[in-house]
């Protein structure tokens, strides 16, 4: 019975401490994940199992937790204050399409093919690379794409 109790309570801290962790980590360390944040995101999946099976001290699981979590926010922060760092630690846009013509070195450094391309345009409504003006990989992995002027839907001031 000590054995589960103990159990309990420590899963109990950790998921609670993980809860407030994330809490302050905001949200766009939840949603938009970066290969940064994947990978924070995996160290911070191996503590918890090793505190919750008692392998690790509660207190030095958390200590480790809270330490991993702190020095990613600093990262955050100091992307967030400075290009240059955010540009060291990170990685921009990469284009991979312009004036609907795909950009064979930014398809390469992606690991895209052409096949990708055109998978991610549809996703994005788009039939015809024609109507492509620019497309790039964001930070995120996500496709952004830019329509030219002809392929963007009516707005009320084109009346």
Request: proline share 4%; hydrophobic share 45%; with cysteine.
């Amino acid at each position: 019975m000590e054995h589960v109790l103990g159990l309990i309570v420590r899963a109990t801290a950790t998921y609670v401490f993980l809860l407030v962790l994330l809490r302050i980590a905001g949200k766009r360390t939840v949603s938009e994940g970066t290969p940064f944040d994947f990978v924070v995101a995996l160290v911070l999946g191996d503590f918890p199992d090793d505190v919750i099976w008692g392998e690790v001290p509660v207190a030095q699981g958390l200590v480790a937790l809270g330490t991993v979590m702190t020095v990613h926010l600093c990262v955050v922060y100091a992307s967030y204050l400075s290009v240059r760092f955010d540009r060291l630690v990170g990685s921009g846009s990469t284009p991979i399409m312009k004036a609907g013509r795909s950009l064979a070195e930014g398809l390469r450094r992606e690991r895209m093919n052409e096949g990708d391309l055109d998978v991610q345009l549809r996703h994005h409504g788009c039939d015809d690379r024609g109507d492509v003006h620019e497309a790039s990989i964001e930070p995120t992995g996500e496709v952004a794409m830019l329509p030219t002027a002809g392929a963007r839907p009516a707005r009320r001031r084109d009346l």
